[in-house]
């Protein structure tokens, strides 16, 4: 392992990018967490102390609609029984105009606006004063209550700094809250207050209509924040560092298995199957496709899909394609063929920059001739069919030779260009064969591209047809030739001997 990691070159100053990277993101990711944990931990202490602020609410409730029940004589009664309600500043008793009796005072004659001058002390309420006039500045929540047959009404005043007071915190460091605040339509518990909203929690009671306000401490959090930094940090910079480790090193791999493939072509690993062209008028093969395979030494049967992309990214895949054509002039000397007798192999669009392009394909063409084969030669829809590709493939039919295109209606060839190319057989994907028989959205395009293949008299090549269904379909929409496992598998040289025998 040290020693294919060591293959990868990465310089210090790469390195140097890996490292501050990881700690930026761990960082990030440890502040998201722990402002989540410490919300939600703030949410659990605080939703302890708003059901003491509603057990408080309720209790004064019920003290205002037991005062709601005694009589304007009974002033005495309601004194003695507040003398047990300690978080409670008084209770009050009153009319449409005027409070008649305190329990902190006994009878009295006072003006509503005592209590507050801008509520309505005629509704059942809940608000808060800044204070009162006996005494001013001290905020109190008011529970009021009012029974509209008998015209009287009942407040119960409870302290407002006790139930900031009674906030019950752990004592630990660090403390979770450092500021907390009442807040009922609009007005709050202190009057002026300072806390920065993105670091605020609120609880809204279910029971009554206030809120608590919790800003978190900003110990707290570090706190917090530093536990999972230091956990996630180690696990993060193996995560990440790993990431770029095997993309640097798949990348590598890469170019490894492209000096395989430079070795295979010298080493004559690489080795060819036949598939058969059969044609649906007599059932005869009048052709085969050729196909490459890879038997890597070490890692065995490799796929084309696999080796072709990076045998084209690194510039191999002309010298594997001349290898294909040497491989199949020496396959075929010995195999008799009817005259015409086609075989077809595959070429990248490379080929066509080459300066002897022509006087290859006219020695490839005269060496299959005499031996009775026509040439053909596919060029892949899904390759960029640029001016000087049409030019190239314009040009080996002028020398004789036969043009497919091949995996039609999957790449990127439209109508015009059809018009102007000239042609031979267009290849239909097996994409569109396996729609036969299915009701899907791409089952309709299969007789479309037949129809038109025949419309500009195109010769028409089925591929990967696999079973007698797709056959008959084909064969009935009038498909020249078919080709898949229905009839045969791609098969080794001494196998297609045998089998055209």
């Known amino acids: 392992m040290k020693n294919k990691i060591s293959k990868l070159n990465i310089s210090f100053w790469q390195w140097l990018v890996v490292i501050p990277s990881t700690i930026g993101i761990t960082a990030i990711g440890s502040y998201f967490s722990a402002d989540y944990f410490v919300k939600d931990k703030i ?43 300690p978080y409670y500043r008084s209770a009050l008793i009153y009319n449409s105009l005027y409070i008649h009796c305190s329990s902190k005072t006994g009878d009295i004659n006072a003006p509503l606006s005592i209590v507050s001058a801008t509520e309505n002390l005629q509704i059942p309420n809940q608000f808060i004063v800044s204070g009162t006039y006996f005494m001013p500045g001290v905020p109190a929540v008011v529970v009021s209550n009012w029974d509209p047959v008998s015209k009287h009404g009942a407040a119960v005043l409870i302290e407002g700094q006790h139930l900031l007071d009674t906030f ?53 959090f570090l706190h917090f924040f530093w536990i999972f930094f230091a956990i996630s940090i180690p696990v993060s910079f193996i995560l990440i560092a790993g990431s770029i480790l095997f993309v640097l090193y798949s990348r590598r791999n890469r170019q490894s298995l492209a000096d395989d493939i430079r070795s295979g072509i010298e080493n004559e690993e690489f080795f060819l199957v036949y598939q058969p062209i059969i ?41 594997l394609t001349d290898y294909i054509f040497e491989k199949a002039l020496k396959d075929f000397v010995d195999i008799k063929v009817q005259p015409g007798f086609r075989v077809a192999f ?143 598998k791609p098969m080794r040289h001494a196998d297609l001997k045998r089998w055209l025998m």
């Open 43 to 85: 949410k659990g202490v605080g939703a302890i102390y708003v059901d003491h602020i509603d057990g408080l609410i309720s209790q004064a409730d019920e003290i205002s609609r037991y005062a709601l029940t005694l009589k304007d004589s009974e002033c005495k009664e309601l004194f003695d029984y507040m003398l047990f309600q």
């Open 168 to 220: 019950i915190q752990t004592n630990v460091y660090p403390s979770p809250v450092i500021n907390i605040a009442l807040s009922i339509n609009g007005k709050t518990i202190p009057e002026s207050i300072g806390i920065i909203e993105n670091q605020l929690v609120t609880l809204d009671s279910d029971l009554h209509h206030y809120s608590l306000l919790l800003e978190i401490s900003p110990s707290f």
């Open 279 to 319: 044609c649906s008028g007599d059932g005869k093969a009048k052709g085969v496709e050729v196909l490459v395979r890879w038997q890597h030494p070490q890692m065995g049967l490799v796929r084309p899909d696999l080796f072709i992309p990076i045998a084209e990214e690194g510039k191999l895949i002309i010298p």
């Open 346 to 488: 595959n070429v990248a669009p490379a080929h066509f920059t080459l300066n002897d392009i022509e006087a290859k394909f006219i020695q490839l063409r005269d060496s299959f001739k005499r031996m009775g084969i026509k040439l053909l030669i596919e060029i892949t829809e899904r390759q960029l069919l640029t001016p000087d590709l049409c030019q190239g493939i314009a040009g080996l039919r002028q020398l004789g030779i036969l043009v497919a295109i091949d995996d039609f209606g999957t790449g990127q060839t439209t109508l015009s260009l059809l018009q102007t190319m000239p042609l031979d057989y267009l290849k239909i994907d097996k994409c569109f064969i396996d729609t036969i028989g299915l009701e899907s959205v791409t089952s309709h395009v299969l007789d479309t591209i037949i129809e038109l293949s025949h419309k500009m008299s195109y010769l028409v090549v089925a591929e990967g047809v696999e079973t007698q269904e797709q056959a008959d379909y084909l064969i009935s929409r009038q498909v020249h030739f078919l080709q898949g496992y229905l009839f045969a």
